[in-house]
């Protein structure tokens, strides 16, 4: 369908359009929108299109309401710079930038046998060796940021299990287990809005986008893939980098 051909409901516009003077600095942090008569008037449309559109952008984080008040631009939220790599793990870039910094397990048991049929063939792994899956929810400036699942080898890590409730970093945890240059191949980027049980867990609404990283990690010398890593980030908290690998 062509942009031409394409129906632009007012309720569209009009968050288009309130989202474009924030971005072009018409409006900043701290400032007023018009309220949802003028909009509305302005636009010509019905007032709950002009309801609706500031909803949304409340949903998005970009504005706030004050009841009795109106609406207002949010002060951004502050971003962290995160290069996307497969081979420096996510407390260490935390560290390096001193970001106050937290990684708490939600999960630690066996991957369910759906996961296992998913992952077993990137993992290379026989139909009898079982998957291993943590999940830790990345936690920065107090913030909840990021959910990282890893989905791991039980052959190649046979005390995972007894050893669950130290895996907040699984790359400490491979080095210590002697597999100590990594490496990140396959990388794969892309985008999802997050499910209800995401929204819970990240405390962010149906309209802040995730950036879903997934990589495999294997170990240089010995050429096993040890790991699938899937992480979902909060696209309004990270500014990414992408850099090259060897």
């Not at 913030?143 to 699942?149: D, F, G, K, R, T």
């Amino acid at each position: 369908m062509s942009l031409d051909n394409m129906e632009i409901t007012k309720e569209t516009l009009i968050r288009t359009r309130v989202q474009e003077m924030i971005l072009q600095g018409e409006l900043g942090p701290g400032d007023k929108l018009p309220s949802e008569n003028e909009l509305a008037e302005e636009y010509r449309a019905k007032r709950i299109d002009a309801r609706n559109a500031l909803v949304q952008l409340e949903k998005m984080g970009i504005v706030y309401g004050r009841q009795g008040v109106g609406r207002f631009v949010n002060e951004p939220l502050p971003t962290i710079e995160f290069a996307v790599t497969g081979t420096t793990s996510f407390s260490e870039k935390m560290q390096e930038q001193n970001i106050p910094y937290e990684s708490r397990i939600i999960y630690a048991d066996y991957a369910s046998e759906k996961e296992r049929e998913y992952y077993s063939e990137s993992l290379r792994v026989a139909d009898h060796v079982k998957i291993f899956k943590v999940t830790r929810l990345r936690i920065v400036n107090e913030v909840p940021c990021a959910i990282h699942s890893s989905y791991i080898r039980e052959d190649l890590f046979p005390d995972i299990y007894s050893d669950k409730d130290s895996l907040q970093s699984v790359y400490n945890y491979f080095k210590t287990s002697g597999h100590e240059q990594l490496s990140s191949k396959d990388r794969i980027i892309s985008t999802q809005f997050p499910t209800l049980e995401e929204m819970r867990i990240l405390n962010c609404s149906e309209l802040v986008p995730l950036l879903v990283f997934e990589t495999d990690t294997y170990d240089k010398q010995t050429g096993d893939c040890l790991e699938r890593v899937k992480i979902l980030y909060r696209s309004d908290l990270f500014k990414h980098q992408l850099s090259d690998e060897s």
